[in-house]
């Protein structure tokens, strides 16, 4: 399967304890983004990467929120502290863009659903 | 506030007819349109794209029509299908230069098709 991938699909966790999950993307790709769904309503932007840079980030990253993509290839998302508030499906995507541009389309991964007790 | 919108929470169909979804928009900066399918338990699956250049694109039984004046886009199905059953995602994007940035979601329209 070289679709994107995403771990864990299901995590857990007390309130105030930290949390990691792991986005690997279609190989070759050179974005991959973040998005949030909460019941009820579409995917909400978090932040984006091309390549290792993290070009965009949304005001619903609040500072507990982390997101890297070291090397270009797999990203982690953190989440410090969390609050009941964070109980969501995070979702990650990828995409290709060209050296020349062009409109691509974003991938997704089946996601991780965080439960924050 | 909700950029894109998707009015109708639900949709009943019957098999072999047509699924209209609709699908507004506020952000006369969007320039880039796409439609999701989300079955339960999975992340949203790439289903068809128009650009602000045209008003119509179709991939099979799938067609998307842009009406930019009125900012509003369809996805229309032909026929409907049971495996089509499931929930219908509008996203726009507002990046220039024909690459994309962040996508705007809808809400979302969840589609039943019955035999």
């Known amino acids: 399967d070289t679709g994107v991938s995403q771990n864990p699909r299901h995590k857990i966790t007390k309130r105030g304890q930290n949390v990691t999950f792991r986005c690997d993307p279609i190989?070759?790709?050179?974005?991959l983004y973040w998005y949030r769904q909460t019941l009820g309503q579409g995917p909400e932007f978090l932040t984006y990467?091309?390549?290792?840079?993290?070009?965009?980030k949304s005001r619903l990253l609040s500072d507990r929120f982390s997101a890297e993509r070291p090397k270009g290839s797999f990203s982690t998302l953190e989440i410090q502290r969390t609050e009941q508030g964070d109980s969501a499906m995070y979702l990650c995507?990828?995409?290709?863009?060209?050296?020349?541009?062009?409109?691509?389309?974003?991938?997704f991964g089946p996601g991780t659903r965080l439960t924050v007790l | 506030d909700q950029q894109v919108k998707q009015n109708s929470p639900s949709l009943s169909v019957q098999e072999g007819r047509i699924s209209i979804l609709n699908c507004d928009y506020t952000?006369?900066?969007?320039?880039?349109f796409l439609w999701y399918k989300k079955y339960p338990a999975e992340g949203p699956t790439f289903l068809i794209s128009?650009?602000?250049?045209?008003d119509k694109n179709e991939d099979g039984r799938f067609t998307v029509f842009l009406n930019k004046s009125a900012k509003h886009l369809s996805l229309h199905i032909v026929p409907s299908q049971p495996g089509d059953s499931a929930v219908y995602f509008c996203?726009?994007?507002?990046?220039?230069?024909?690459?994309?940035?962040?996508?705007?979601f809808g809400r979302g329209t969840q589609l039943t098709v019955w035999p």
């Open positions: 990467f091309q390549n290792e840079a993290q070009l965009e």
């Open positions: 952000n006369s900066m969007f320039d880039y």
């Open positions: 128009i650009s602000s250049i045209k």
């Open positions: 995507a990828s995409s290709l863009v060209g050296l020349a541009g062009g409109t691509d389309t974003q991938y």
């Open positions: 190989s070759e790709h050179n974005r």
């Open positions: 996203a726009a994007s507002a990046d220039r230069g024909s690459t994309l940035g962040r996508l705007y």
